[in-house]
């Protein structure tokens, strides 16, 4: 069976930053980490991480200083009210600048897209380059987000959509909801199989909102334990997102 991600306390301490205010006035920003398996969780639609992840294949990954969500620290990035609006503030080096008197609880959200590491998770990309990120507090939006753009990112940082994520990652998937999920035999076809209880998910393939993926029950990747029945392997398209975007399917985040 499928371990779901358990967000374990020293992983939450690793992206935590100290509350403490630093000498300039400007208090750090406490990062709160997305639960994935809980269904209602807004993800978004991609995430904003480092271009390159090479370090987390070493041995001594967790003392890098980009581990966890320390690779924020690197941002500088203006923010905005709206695409092409009114300038705010700036993420800067874990900060909002500049700092103002109301900056008693500054917070921000983030997701675990590798094991060890966490992204920021992002709402809506435009093809014009703006991009919408949240929940965060203070923030320009009455809805707790942020606008951006891709061009004030250097070449060390990537919006990357959450189907390249899903399609390239080594571990199985699942559905993050507890009812079953549909199996369809073509993009909007009709349902011929419900998965449910311990799976593996194997994505072949993307077509929009659809994956097409190898379905694996009961769950064999990850459960070290033989399985008390033979697996049952299916293939079909499954809707890997919802109508506002958020991933349906998402993976262990400790890994297998």
């Known amino acids: 069976m499928i371990k779901r991600p358990i967000l374990l306390l020293a992983f939450i301490l690793m ?19 997305l639960d994935p398996t809980d269904s209602t969780a807004a993800l978004g639609v991609g995430h904003l991480r480092l271009a390159d992840l090479s370090f987390l294949k070493r041995g001594d990954w967790s003392r890098h200083p980009d581990s966890g969500a320390g690779w ?23 900060r909002l600048q500049p700092a103002t008197a109301s900056d008693e609880a500054i917070a921000m959200a983030t997701v675990t897209t590798a094991y060890g590491y966490a992204s920021i998770p992002v709402l809506e990309m435009r093809a014009d380059g703006w991009f919408r990120f949240g929940p965060m507090q203070p923030a320009p939006l009455a809805d707790g987000t942020a606008w951006a753009r891709r061009q004030d990112l250097d070449q060390h940082f990537v919006l990357e959509p959450y189907g390249d994520l899903l399609l390239q990652h080594p571990d199985p998937l699942y559905f993050r909801s507890a009812r079953a999920g549909s199996l369809h035999p073509s993009p909007g076809g009709p349902v011929v199989d419900r998965v449910r209880g311990s799976h593996d998910i194997h994505p072949l393939e993307l077509r929009g909102p659809w994956m097409k993926v190898r379905v694996i029950r009961p769950a064999i990747a990850c459960d070290p334990d033989p399985p008390q029945q033979e697996p049952r392997t299916a293939v079909g398209w499954i809707r890997w997102r919802d109508a506002t975007g958020n991933p349906t399917v998402w993976f262990p985040a400790k890994g297998c």
């Open 15 to 33: 992206v935590s930053w100290p509350a403490a205010p630093p000498s300039d006035g400007a208090p750090f920003i406490e990062l709160r980490n």
């Open 72 to 94: 924020i620290q690197r941002l500088d990035l203006p923010l905005y009210n709206a695409p092409g609006g009114l300038p705010w503030r700036s993420l800067s080096r874990g």
